[in-house]
Every structure is written in structure tokens, then in C-alpha cells.
């Protein structure tokens, strides 16, 4: 089956908004592109959506035209408001994706145990925002404020600011004459979230206690 020029033209028209959404919504979010049939999936599904949107404007306004003048509807006016609810509904669409609000009301009511962020790592880093420890290969320990962080644990960098260096006995060694340190994901072997604004006390029997076991298992580990 052939199909001209016309028809081309047709079938683009019709299927560019739910690309125009798709591309917005990977655009602003961390969520990591699916492969190519699946986004022809989603960009469909995307399309249908804003067809329906489309149709329900155009009955909203044509029961307005019993009052008001609202212009005629045609072709041309059909894809204009077409691609401004695309626009619309890639924005809302990442904006859910990121703030996990429409997920939460789910868990809230058991329909589902996920959250709209993209993996645990990056809801970890939105959801907890505080100070962390990035511990590195080399038995390396960097504390700091995470400014941005990788959207994936395999790849990009760590934004640190205020870093400092955490020595084998425990103690912080500053770095004055450094405003912030870029970390590539790729050295960091695990992460630590510090307690939320709570400023540990490091010469109290518990933390004494914690810096010895700590100390002992490294010793442990490096006579082995």
C-alpha cells in the first residue's frame, strides 16, 4: 500500500503531538529513553490522549459558540490547539514525574508500591536532601552537600559543596580553598545520608564507640 504525499502529511499531523510530548517529557526529567519501538508506543499512547483532549475542547467550545463568538474550527486550528496540549500535557506530565505526588496518592491508597522517580538511587537523593558521605575507591571518604548528583549510579558526576576529607580516626580534614568538588559516579562505591539536622556529637561515648568498631572492621579486612 502506497500512500502520497497528502497522506503523509496526514498521518504526521495526526501523530506529532504525542512526539512533541514524549520529547518534552524525557527532556526535562531523569527518566532514561526506552528504546525506539517503545517510545513509538508511548508517543502513540501520547497522541491518543491529546486527540481526546482535543475532541473534549472542541465540544467546550462549540457549546460556548451559543454565547460568544469563538471563530470557526478547521484543520489548521485543530493542529495549533493540538500542539499546545501536547506542550501542556508534556509539562504536567514531568512535572508529576518529579515531584512523586501522584504516585504517593496511589501508595496512600495501596494501588501500587512505586514511585514516579526513574531508579531508587535518584529518589533516594530527591526525596532525602542532606548532607552525605560519597565513600570512593582507595578506602576514600568525601562528606559535602550534593548541589546536583548523577541521574544514574553508573554514569555522570556528584556536585559537591563544602567538601570535606574524613579521615581514618574520624576526623574532617577542610578544604578551605575549595568552593566545590566534582565526583564521577563511577568512584563511588556506596553513599551515606547523614541524619537530617542533626549535628552528631563526635566526642560522645556512642560516636566514640561507632569510630572504634568502624576502625577495627577496616583493620579486620585489611589483615584478611
Not at 7 to 32: E, K, M, N, R
Not at 86 to 100: E, I, K, M, P, T
Request: hydrophobic share 45%.
Amino acid at each position: 500500500m502506497e500512500l502520497n504525499a497528502s497522506d503523509v502529511a496526514s498521518v504526521s499531523s495526526q501523530l506529532l503531538p504525542g512526539f512533541l510530548t514524549a520529547w518534552i517529557f524525557y527532556s526535562l526529567t531523569a527518566h532514561p529513553r526506552p528504546s525506539p519501538f517503545e517510545r513509538v508506543i508511548q508517543a502513540l499512547i501520547f497522541t491518543m490522549i491529546v486527540q481526546a483532549l482535543v475532541v473534549v475542547l472542541y465540544y467546550a467550545l462549540l457549546f460556548g459558540g451559543k454565547f460568544f463568538s469563538v471563530g470557526a474550527w478547521n484543520s489548521d486550528i485543530r493542529l495549533i490547539w493540538s500542539v499546545i496540549l501536547a506542550c501542556a500535557l508534556g509539562l504536567v506530565v514531568s512535572r508529576f514525574a518529579q515531584n512523586d505526588k501522584f504516585h504517593k496518592v496511589l501508595r496512600d491508597s495501596q494501588w501500587t508500591t512505586r514511585t514516579s522517580y526513574p531508579s531508587e538511587w535518584y529518589s533516594a537523593f530527591r526525596s532525602y536532601p542532606r548532607w552525605v558521605v560519597l565513600n570512593l575507591s582507595g578506602e576514600r571518604r568525601l562528606y559535602g552537600w550534593p548541589e546536583q548528583w548523577p541521574d544514574q549510579s553508573s554514569q555522570g558526576h556528584f556536585l559537591l559543596d563544602e567538601p570535606e576529607w574524613l579521615l581514618a580516626d574520624g576526623s574532617r580534614a577542610p578544604l578551605p580553598w575549595v568552593e566545590r568538588i566534582l565526583v564521577p559516579a563511577t568512584e563511588v562505591q556506596f553513599v551515606e545520608l547523614m541524619k537530617e539536622g542533626g549535628v552528631v556529637d563526635e566526642a560522645s561515648e556512642e560516636a566514640k564507640r561507632a569510630k572504634q568498631l568502624l576502625i577495627a572492621a577496616q583493620d579486620k579486612e585489611k589483615s584478611a
